[in-house]
């Protein structure tokens, strides 16, 4: 599961980044129909990008619904392409964005698109009928949406709001038919979702399938992503089955050709077999790792938290218990997310000489047991996770690193609201996080002082200094300076150590060799306008 | 048809029972509902107030507890977490899936394990009888789940003869069904096989052969007849555990049934369809049992007069 928190909506297996699959098997009969069927483990909880709470529905919308600007990869890393938007234009303060349509495109109900349909599509998102659970927090500081003439449209934020970029492109901001909208209401629209996407809504069986066809009026879409006309693929099926084993055997049974997020054994066997091709799609936000405690004896010494950030193998992990499908973490946010910063990165590596000195510096010696004392008490963790994110394995492996220089622990699994009681009273020196999110802003949720009591600063930091970074970082709109300000926060939070970065949790999509033509979004995603079965 | 309504009147306690596990089921979630259910979301305090509100969590338990049978009795079973559609509607669109398996796997069930039974039976010690226990044994040893996953390896990895997973053909019963039902047919081999040895050598068959009556009709009309009522009561005893059986071949399959939105929903944490399913299974189940009476009492005039209970 990609990140199990999400952009403004926590809830773990919802926006996961990382995992469906589909498509669809032998249909590619006499008349050359192309169909592509994806298994995917959990069921939608809307279709309607803007009320969603899960990774997986914005997966499936993006074949539907175009956003106003794209944000996909390319040889630097990532670059902004038109969308909807020709063109588009930022207030120095990053609170007003100004957009030019395009002026071609339909609907997929005929409707023509126009600056209508982005105020539409804005103001449905802030409905509360909407009940908006990941793309309301996302948008931040929204107050309107104001049309110029039909073909310029401006969004205006009440503060300075520089992560709104981002945010448009991450899935949440699919432009609707403003007639559909009208047509369906507020929550009507998520069983009948219409966009101006390369793909239509034709069919949904709850639980079961969801099936989208080409939209052959489409001719909008970025070069970059195999072609800006109509999708190669006549169908598109995105098939139900929760079973990891069910995915994979219908992988190999030929039922479906992609088959998302399978159990690392799963891919690993499958990539043994030499029979299938395995698409990685790195996650966007904070890797999963582990927040440390600066509050709680014995991790509130500096020297402490170092030398458990020295003491961990992070290449280790995700070799022998990961089984290679995830990337090694070493700062606080994902490699692909903007304001990544290598030199954090860089900052510690795996030497456990260095953390015992640092042990030995810090006056803890060890005992014949190999457990370190100070004043005789124990150089003892207090580590809690929640189940259900799949940190109990991982967490072995850290306790067996860390009792190598002296530390011993005991591990305590929790349920997920009781877990997060437990982090907010600080019971912890260790606990378990990760976060999806398309801009780096997300590091407020989770470093800022406010949210120690209630909400995610598990690690208990306050620091007056980083809160003000980062609410400066997000009112400079200049992308430049924006990155050179979050350098300074990463590369804060890892000197404070405050942070044990684990793994990036990388989307997993196990695939038919004659799947062809799958590109990738930055923030995660998969898109099929290019897609192919040879 | 007195039969009928004391059958009735017995099933209403258990109704009545599970209705008040279903209602409890939000209650028994550690610590408040209201927060459970928005954990994650940053739920200020005028939100859960809000939803505990909306979820009458502030009224008395037995309150609630009507407040809940009030609305189940005009079939509203509330919104789902996750879709904010109608629970009873998604429910009804998932039980025909259920009701086609455990039909067909209880089908399997009977066409293999009755005629096995009958065969061993009157052949006690026999190449059959032997090969019918030998059967029977590892019917019972070996998981549903186990045995769907080898079935699915062999016939639709391997041979790729049968679909892996569900696509809406009767071929893609094939399976589920067959690894379902293969557990019960085994019980009801051994089942039948023994009554059938006592019965065969019983007094009434030997005077109906006296009679001159057929050996044909000797062994369905009179054996299998006598021999079949504990085989029809645990038919209708096992049912549910055929319903959990369902659940778990359901989610291996990937068939949009009533278990598998069951076994999802309890870890989306989604009450309300927990509560519907729990609600709907169990008069299903309740249901199955009167009717397995109904016919027992047809089989069987005698237990018409002491009802049978189960």
């Known amino acids: 599961m990609g990140a199990f928190l999400a952009a403004g909506f926590a809830a773990s297996p919802l926006l996961a980044a990382c995992g469906t699959s589909s498509k669809s098997s032998s249909s590619g009969g006499k008349s050359g129909t192309q169909t592509l069927t994806m298994g995917i483990a959990s069921t939608p909880d809307t279709l309607d990008p803007g009320a969603t709470g899960l990774a997986l529905t914005l997966l499936i919308t993006f074949a539907m619904f175009d956003p106003l600007v794209w944000w996909l990869p390319d040889s630097s890393g990532g670059k902004f392409y038109p969308g909807l938007a020709k063109s588009y234009t930022v207030s120095p303060d990053a609170t007003t964005y100004t957009f030019k349509l395009r002026t071609d495109v339909t609907f997929h109900d005929g409707t023509k698109f126009d600056a209508t349909a982005v105020k539409a599509t804005y103001d449905h998102v802030v409905d509360p009928a909407t009940k908006s659970k990941s793309g309301l927090g996302a948008l931040g500081p929204y107050k309107e949406t104001k049309i110029i003439d039909p073909t310029t449209v401006q969004i205006i934020f009440t503060e300075p709001n520089a992560s709104f970029l981002h945010q448009q492109a991450a899935g949440n901001f699919g432009i609707a038919s403003p007639t559909a909208l009208q047509k369906y209401g507020a929550t009507g629209f998520g069983n009948h979702p219409v966009g101006s996407g390369p793909f239509m809504f034709s069919k949904y069986v709850s639980g079961d399938r969801l099936t989208l066809v080409k939209n052959p009026a489409y001719k909008w879409g970025p070069e970059v992503l195999g072609t800006s006309g109509p999708a190669y693929l006549d169908e598109l099926i995105f098939r139900i089955v929760a079973d990891d084993n069910g995915r994979y055997n219908a992988l190999q049974s030929g039922q479906v050709q992609i088959a998302m997020n399978l159990p690392a054994n799963s891919i690993s066997a499958a990539s043994k077999s030499g029979k299938f091709q395995q698409l990685t799609v790195p996650s966007i936000g904070t890797p999963n790792g582990m927040p440390i405690n600066v509050s709680k004896f014995p991790t509130d010494d500096p020297k402490v938290r170092e030398a458990i950030m020295y003491a961990v193998d992070q290449e280790k992990l995700v070799k022998d218990v990961l089984f290679g499908v995830d990337t090694a973490a070493h700062t606080v946010l994902t490699a692909i997310t903007p304001g990544y910063s290598k030199s954090s990165a860089a900052l510690y590596s795996y030497n456990p000489d260095k953390a015992n000195a640092l042990l030995d510096e810090a006056g803890w010696t060890k005992g014949s047991d190999g457990v370190r004392t100070k004043n005789g008490k124990k150089l003892a963790l207090n580590i809690i996770l929640f189940s259900g994110a799949g940190f109990e394995l991982p967490t072995q492996f850290v306790v067996s690193e860390l009792a190598k220089v002296g530390f011993t622990a005991t591990t305590t699994v929790q349920p997920f609201a009781t877990a997060q009681g437990s982090f907010n009273a600080g019971e912890h020196n260790l606990g378990a996080f990760g976060y999806y999110g398309a801009d780096p802003y997300l590091l407020n949720i989770w470093v800022n002082s406010n949210a120690i009591k209630a909400g995610f600063n598990w690690s208990h930091y306050a620091n007056p200094e980083i809160d003000k970074l980062i609410a400066k970082a997000n009112s400079t709109a200049a992308d430049g300076a924006r990155g050179a300000l979050y350098e300074q926060v990463s590369t804060k939070l890892m000197q404070d150590a405050v942070y044990l970065p684990l793994w990036d949790v990388n989307g997993a999509f196990t695939m038919a060799k004659k799947v062809q033509g799958i590109k990738t979004t930055l923030n995660g995603y998969i898109l099929f306008n290019g897609a192919k079965l040879s | ?310």
């Open chain 2, 1 to 310: 048809m007195g039969f009928v309504l004391r059958r009735l009147s017995a099933s209403l306690p258990v109704l009545l029972g599970i209705t008040v596990v279903a209602f409890l089921l939000i209650h028994l979630m550690p610590g408040d509902p209201a927060k459970v259910i928005l954990f994650g979301s940053n739920a200020g305090p005028d939100q859960i107030s809000a939803l505990r509100q909306q979820l009458g969590l502030n009224e008395p338990l037995w309150r609630q507890y009507f407040h809940f049978l009030d609305q189940l009795a005009h079939g509203n079973l509330g919104t789902s977490y996750l879709t904010q559609n109608s629970v009873a509607h998604e429910l009804v669109s998932r039980t025909p899936s259920t009701l086609v398996l455990t039909a067909t796997a209880l089908l399997v069930a009977i066409v293999v394990g009755v005629p096995l039974g009958l065969i061993a039976g009157v052949r006690p010690n026999s190449l059959v009888d032997r090969l019918a226990r030998g059967f029977s044994f590892l019917g019972v040893a070996i998981p549903y789940f186990f045995l769907a996953l080898v079935l699915v390896l062999l016939f639709s990895v391997r041979l790729q003869l049968l679909p892996a997973i569900d696509d809406g053909t009767p071929q893609a019963l094939i399976i589920p069904a067959v690894s379902l039902g293969w557990g019960y047919s085994a019980i009801l081999t051994r089942l039948i096989r023994g009554r059938i040895i006592e019965e065969y050598r019983s007094d009434y068959v030997r005077s109906a052969r006296a009679r001159g009556c057929p050996e044909w009709r000797v062994l369905l009309r009179h054996t299998l007849r006598n021999s079949s009522i504990p085989a029809i009561t645990t038919i209708g005893l096992q049912f549910g555990n055929i319903l959990t059986g369902a659940a778990i071949t359901e989610v291996i399959f990937g068939r949009a049934g009533l278990g598998s939105f069951l076994a999802t929903s309890i870890t989306n944490k989604n009450i309300p369809v927990v509560q519907g399913a729990v609600v709907l299974i169990g008069i299903g189940y309740v249901l199955i049992n009167l009717v397995v009476d109904l016919i027992v009492g047809a089989v069987d005039p005698r237990t018409r007069l002491t009802p049978a209970i189960s």
